[in-house]
């Protein structure tokens, strides 16, 4: 009888037990780490956090994450669990737009500069120890840079590199550099590549690419892969849906470069995370490569941004591409080499768009269906930051959960450092088959502390329920506010039907495309997947169901053609593709 009494009693304690998972697989953008506030986050003495033009390098088999002014940098193990580091040692001020660079047993660091700046080192960058390699690059001349540089060393050859630039009026650069003379300038600068507007649609200013504003390129990165030199770029410019990445392709380092046929290479206007230029391209353990960019938050300012990666490859043509399909949908991150471009989507589907929410109390008409709608510069916001604040989500169904995400906005926000005495999000989740009886099934209160302004919950095992409780514990905000409250997993009914009648026409501006198609019943959107090639449809928009069922798509390339399918999305999974139109 004891030992009955005994299993009944540890089965009721296990149960109760929130469905956190220690060994979390996937990931979902925007990246969940602890962006932070600093002297530049502020406007109008309203704070925010932010996270910019990211560089991710493997290092001896780990991770280091750098982003524009955060007072240090982060580590990883996983690409996963990121551990922020502060360094013994800083530049005379914070970095912005840094170029870092690993070779053999040493990671380098360079900060974007008009002036003399030092190139930094660490062979211990886990314990925060940066030393000076050099004292000072010289100044180069006013205006020229180095602004968002980027660092290569070339294996083969056993020669080094920088590659920079941010401007609407200047090219990106290249020099060689002294590796025996402190990898100080070892050649004249020379200009590489100038933005292309005129031919190549997707380089025009604006939100999709409507404004007649000269473009800006910037976000210089270098890869070398198969003998080919792929000189990458960011453009048009960071505070719009459409900032992307862009190559050129040369035969040697400093070029000549040729534009490439299939740009952009990396692309996400559509979607909850929008933008994805000024990044980098790095290689994890596996030999997997990823792209990482800035996707555009622009609550409290144009520049307030995120950061995100997307599984990126080379094809049999030595085509480097991203995948931004589902691109801020849960991903898993893989355990070997990939070998199909999209075998890291999970299939969790979207839950939660458009789906009815009340909240414990509403500010003014900042209302809780806000974080329904996947646009993080729409939010709700509560009377109080207090605890015990919460939201309900109605699924209006059961429903197969997996995953969840919450995403904070700084509403009038007045933290002006990321203090850890103050600055941590803990919060709960529960759900519910009757909105009434709830369980826990996720309880951060107890763990470290940690500041989680995008936070991603990936459950230990998938939960069924048809209401998902969000419950405030500590926000560091004088305004409790959520931009977007996320819910991933599977519904149980059927997929979409493929959407039919895909139409394409180019217009007379052959940079732009009409594209139309026949509403599939139950759905909740669209993925128009579009490239060079039929076996090359690396570019996806996603579409909302409940917009027109129409795009002008303006990303296109004067005298190339391209080919495009359409697919259908709801809860339950992903319809089969349309055939393939060419245009």
Partial sequence: MKNTFLSIFIFLIINQLPAQNLNQTTYCNPMDIDYRYNFEQQNEQISYRSGADPVIINHKGE????????????????????????????????????????VRDTLYLFQSTFEQRPILFSTEPEKGKLQFYNRWLPRLPQYIGPWDPALFYDEDLDKWYMYWGSSNVYPLFGAELDKSKKLTYKSKYQELIYLNPKNHGWERFGRDHRDTIKPFTEG???TKHKGKYFLQYGAPGTEYNVYANGTYLGDNPIGPFTYAPYNPISYKPGGFMTGAGHGNTFQDNYGNFWNTGTPWIAVNWAMERRIAMFPTGFDADNQLFANTRFGDFPHKLPTKKWENKDELFTGWMLLSYKKPCKASSTKDTLSAQKVTDENPRTFWVANTNKEGESLIIDLEKEQDIKALQVNFTDYKSDVFDSNEERVYTQFR????????????????????????????????????????????VHVPMRNLSVSDLRIFGNGFEKYPEMPKKLTLKRQQDTRNADISWEKSEKAIGYNILWGIATDKLYQTYQVWADAPNSLELRALTVGQKYFCVIEAFNENGVSGRSEVVGF
Wanted: hydrophobic share 35%; proline share 6%.
């Fill in 63 to 102: 991770y280091y994450l750098f982003v524009t002014i955060s007072g240090g940098y982060w580590r990883s193990k996983n690409l996963i669990n990121w551990e922020y580091i502060k360094p013994s040692m800083w530049p005379f001020e914070d970095m912005c737009a840094p170029a870092a660079m690993s």
């Fill in 220 to 222: 210089a990165w270098m």
């Fill in 429 to 472: 989740f529960y759900v519910s088959s009757d909105n009434k009886q709830w369980k826990v099934i996720y309880d951060n209160s107890k763990e470290p502390r940690k500041d989680r302004p995008n936070a991603y919950v990936e459950l230990n095992k998938s939960i069924k329920a048809r209401y998902i409780k969000y419950e405030n």
